[in-house]
């Protein structure tokens, strides 16, 4: 009988996008922690810091002049700007979790979403909700941390984000962020088994048939 690796299977680059305060991180790190076949790729960005965040997990918070060595050096798969200031995918980020045999999750927007399509057709994206914008505004003022300014430019910056909703594969509206975690979650173990990423099946089937 064929010897057969059940985990020989490609990576999957796993992309979540939503305008921000639709919960989109809350989910992300629920899946994180109870999936351990998938990695947070950790993008660098030129925005400050907030409070409770960390350098190297949350984000590589780097300088505008760091951010635009790594760009020439090209070290992004993707980059954009957002609310003023710029985001980017590094590639070794995503190699590293590639390598250890792990899905990638990518928590980035619209943008870096139609660049990253261009790199690899083969990545799956979701799009998260949020159930009504009255909403989505009473969340984005309960982290307490955004000016009123700073949060009306959000909600129109939400809109733009939520008008590319139809780019995506896979749309949930988030009005229990324990049910939207089992949608997403269904899907990353759905995509996971499709024959075109369980490379495996090659040898396996070549030893049934010949
Ligand atoms: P925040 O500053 O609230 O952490 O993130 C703002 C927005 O930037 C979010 O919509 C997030 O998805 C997006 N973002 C974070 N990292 C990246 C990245 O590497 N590339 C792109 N294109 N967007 C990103």
Not at 120 to 135: A, G, K, Q, T, Y
Request: charged share 30%.
């Amino acid at each position: 009988m064929a010897t057969v690796n059940p985990l020989k299977r490609r990576g999957l680059l796993f992309i979540l996008s939503s305008p921000s305060g639709a919960g989109k991180t809350t989910i992300s790190r629920m899946i994180l922690e109870s999936d351990d076949g998938i990695g947070l790729s950790v993008s660098a960005t030129t925005r400050p810091i907030r409070p409770g965040e960390v350098d190297g997990k949350d984000y590589h918070f780097v300088t505008d002049a760091e951010f635009e060595r790594m760009v020439a050096d090209g070290e992004f798969l993707e980059w954009a700007h957002v609310f003023g200031h710029r985001y980017g995918t590094l590639r070794r980020e995503v190699t590293k979790q590639i390598e250890g045999a792990q899905d990638v999750l990518l928590d980035i927007d619209w943008q870096g979403t139609q660049q990253l399509k261009q790199v690899d057709p083969d990545i799956v994206r979701v799009f998260i909700l949020p159930p009504s914008m009255e909403e989505l505004e009473r969340r984005l003022r309960s982290r307490g941390t955004d000016s009123d300014e700073v949060i009306a430019n959000r909600m129109s910056r939400a809109k733009a984000e939520i008008s590319h909703w139809a780019e995506y594969d896979y749309v949930f509206i988030n009005d229990d962020a324990e049910h939207c975690r089992k949608l997403v979650h269904t899907v990353l173990k759905a995509e996971r088994l499709k024959a075109t990423r369980r490379i495996f099946l090659h040898d396996f089937v070549r030893s049934l048939i010949g």
